[in-house]
């Protein structure tokens, strides 16, 4: 079969997934609202259309949404791609926008350097706190997925524990901590709305990570691990420091994902929890198939989506949590491999005879 | 301070706070095992015990009826896990994606489907009567006898019904063909395909018994551990199971110490919890914190064994 045709059916495929994945939405809409048409027209049309006329302010909230989602879709992008089923980004979103908070809390400094060094500062702790699940598992083969998924709760009990002890605002009702400098604060691109500067930053982040893994060396290595582990060892590449380096790149978006987050969208941190988007961000990585390049739009998706099923819980009254629903269905048939793969296996037979007539044709007209 | 938590440690309060933290823990570790046996990994464990206690304590309010709460749970369970085998061995989905898709399913979909069933948002509270909580047993004899009747009778039924697991299952993998069918797949899938064992038939089966064994834990955790189903009942367990599995060596006796050791982590975290100059926060994060260090041990001593193999056959 062409490589056209392939790309054909991956898309037709994709497309398919992503239908079954809304008709169980529509069943689930119709078994559980009072009035399933506006439920509908709250998850598909509200988000970008409201009373007759395009709802701007909406749809920059999408799209500012988004932001976090990219960083934690392209961290799982760079360790699956090295196969390394590192499911920590939860504790590096955590724990990267909790200590680009205090930088930016207690750390004064001048307004252009405040905002670059908080995030960076969130980076770097995401990228340290993946050293260990990544550590362990190259030095001592222990399941970077078990470790960094026990990682992520003793993360968020850290930082509840210093949010609480040590930095709380005791004259707030929440459990928050003080306000942020305005100096660490990312503006917003566009006042009223949550599009802040964190969504540019997010593309360039895209753009980097997309040249990174293939135009790099580095990124060379790190998809050919995942691809042959064993060939990638035996010809030649450091494997065991590549695996720590895929997985550190990881900590590190979702650290920067988990600052620009913080110090976008609020003045104080006051998350209570883990926030959710590393999970988010496996969906997004999935539904672009590792791709870094459509990481943005996987997670437009999402974010309208998440968006639909909020407005919906708002004027319908059907659970927001529905967007699970949906994302857990859309991720089992995205990544299932042999889904519809007697429609291909008759396509590449329909092709392959397709060829074999036109060769014959061919030979006959070479007779005559 | 360290005498205070050897005195807290060393009472039989404690002792019976292990065996009940440890119940659901081992239920999924057992499950854990089971799947692992066979050669596949099922991360889904937390979603499954998820949903399995949801529609437990459902079906235990409709019919009023612990036994039906707790057979529901067994068969959701199953139900879940099968859903995870056809994606995962049928559609070839990676095993760990739909093992994590069920995760999502078990994190909100519960709560959606709470709703959608009960009208109920986040909390079956204020459903639960006395006849849909499983019953405590008391063991006669052994309950008269002071200190070990005070740590080992008085346990919801299900406690023992775990433990007593650990022996079944050991006697299934060990002591049956079917057993024999699952060791064989999960130690080469082609030689035991080459001999006629139906690779796919015995992950099947073995995922299926996985779900059924981590849809008791979930019955545990919402019709006695937690007397009610909540949206962040299970907390990790399905997690902490795969850690001690792991640290278990895969084998039922080994998984079973491995859930005891996480039980006391957790007791001594919950005693700890009430004491002056303890952070709740730090001392919440314990079991988990173990768990890693347990991966640690258990992943030098695998390297060390591996070593003085080699020497060994160096050797000769």
Same mark, same amino acid.
């Given at each position: ?70 960083? *934690? ?142 135009? *790099? ?46 110090? &976008? ?17 496996? *969906? ?80 006959? &007209?070479?007779?005559? | ?5 050897? =005195?807290?440690?060393?009472? =039989? ?92 399913? %078990? ?47 008085? #346990? ?22 079917? %057993? ?9 899938? #082609? ?26 834990? %979930? ?43 996480? %039980?006391?982590?957790?007791?001594? =975290? ?9 952070? =709740? ?27 003085? #193999? ?7």
């Amino acid at each position: 079969m062409s490589d056209k045709r392939n790309i054909m059916f991956e898309i037709a495929r994709g497309l398919i997934a992503i239908t079954i994945a809304i008709a169980v939405a529509f069943l689930l809409i119709f078994a559980s609202s009072d009035d399933p048409a506006s439920a509908l027209q709250c998850l598909l049309i509200r988000p970008v259309w409201t009373s007759g006329a395009l709802n701007t302010k909406s749809i920059l909230t999408i799209l500012g949404r988004t932001t976090p989602m990219i960083f *934690t879709g392209l961290a799982v992008c760079v360790m699956f791609s090295a196969n390394q089923f590192n499911l920590g980004g939860e504790g590096a979103v955590m724990a990267g926008g909790f200590v680009a908070a205090l930088v930016g809390i207690y750390v004064p400094m001048s307004a252009g350097l405040h905002v670059v060094a908080s995030v960076l500062i969130g980076t770097i702790t995401g990228g340290l706190i993946m050293i260990i699940p990544a550590v362990l598992k190259v030095k001592l083969k222990a399941s970077e997925m078990v470790s960094s998924l026990m990682l992520n709760y003793v993360v968020m009990y850290i930082v509840l524990h210093f949010l609480n002890m040590n930095f709380a605002d005791r004259s707030k009702g929440a459990t928050q901590t003080f306000p942020m400098e305005s100096t660490s604060l990312i503006g917003k691109m566009v006042t009223g709305t949550e599009l802040t500067w964190g969504f540019p930053v997010a593309i360039i982040a895209t753009i980097l990570v997309a040249i990174f893994m293939y135009r *790099t060396r580095w990124g060379y290595t790190i998809r050919m691990i995942g691809i042959n582990e064993s060939f990638s060892k035996y010809s030649g590449m450091k494997v065991g420091a590549v695996l720590v380096i895929s997985q550190v790149i990881g900590g590190a978006l979702s650290g920067m994902g988990g600052a620009i987050e913080v110090l &976008g969208r609020y003045e104080t941190f006051r998350w209570q929890g883990l926030p959710g988007y590393g999970w988010t961000g496996l *969906t997004v990585a999935i539904l672009a198939k590792n791709n870094p390049i459509l990481v943005p739009f996987a997670a437009l998706f999402i974010a309208y989506l998440d968006r639909g099923c909020e407005l919906m819980s708002i004027y319908a009254g059907v659970p927001a949590e529905m967007i699970d629903i949906i994302q857990a269905v859309i991720f089992l048939f995205f990544a299932a491999e042999q889904f519809m793969a007697k429609t291909k296996h008759k396509m590449v037979v329909k092709g392959a005879k397709e060829e074999m007539k036109q060769i014959e044709l061919a030979k006959e &007209g070479g007779d005559l | 301070m360290f005498e205070t938590i050897m =005195s807290m440690v060393l009472t =039989s309060s404690f002792g019976f706070a292990i065996l009940r933290i440890t119940t659901p823990i081992l239920f999924a570790a057992l499950a854990a095992v089971v799947a692992e046996k066979a050669g596949v990994c099922n991360i889904g464990l937390e979603g499954i015990m998820m949903i399995s206690s949801l529609f437990g304590v459902l079906f235990a309010y409709w019919t009023n009826s612990w036994l039906v709460g707790v057979i529901a749970a067994v068969v959701v369970g199953t139900l879940v896990a099968m859903i995870i085998a056809i994606f995962a061995l049928k559609l070839k989905t990676d095993i760990i994606l739909a093992g994590i898709a069920i995760n999502l399913v %078990g994190g909100g979909g519960t709560t959606f489907a709470l709703y959608m069933f009960t009208g109920l948002k986040g909390n079956t509270a204020g459903l639960t009567t006395p006849q849909m909580l499983t019953p405590r047993i008391n063991i006669p004899l052994i309950q008269d006898i002071p200190v070990i009747g005070e740590i080992f009778s008085g #346990h919801s039924i299900l406690t023992y019904v775990a433990f007593i697991l650990v022996a079944v299952v050991w006697v299934m993998l060990y002591k049956t063909s079917l %057993g024999l069918r699952i060791r064989a797949v999960g130690e080469n899938s #082609h030689a035991a395909d080459s001999v006629g064992v139906s690779v796919l038939k015995t992950q099947y089966i073995a995922l299926a018994l996985s779900g059924a064994l981590s849809g008791l834990g %979930g019955a545990y955790m919402s019709m006695y551990y937690s007397q009610s189903w909540n949206t962040g009942i299970v907390a990790g367990r399905g997690f902490i199971a795969l850690a001690a599995q792991a640290m278990g060596q895969g084998e039922p006796i080994g998984a079973m110490f491995a859930s005891l050791f996480f %039980g006391f982590a957790t007791a001594l =975290s919950t005693k700890l919890e009430g004491m002056q100059g303890f952070s =709740s926060y730090l001392v919440a994060s314990i079991p988990y914190a173990v768990t890693i260090l347990g991966l640690v041990l258990y992943a030098i001593s695998t390297m060390k064994r591996v070593k003085k #193999h080699r020497a060994k056959t160096e050797a000769k």
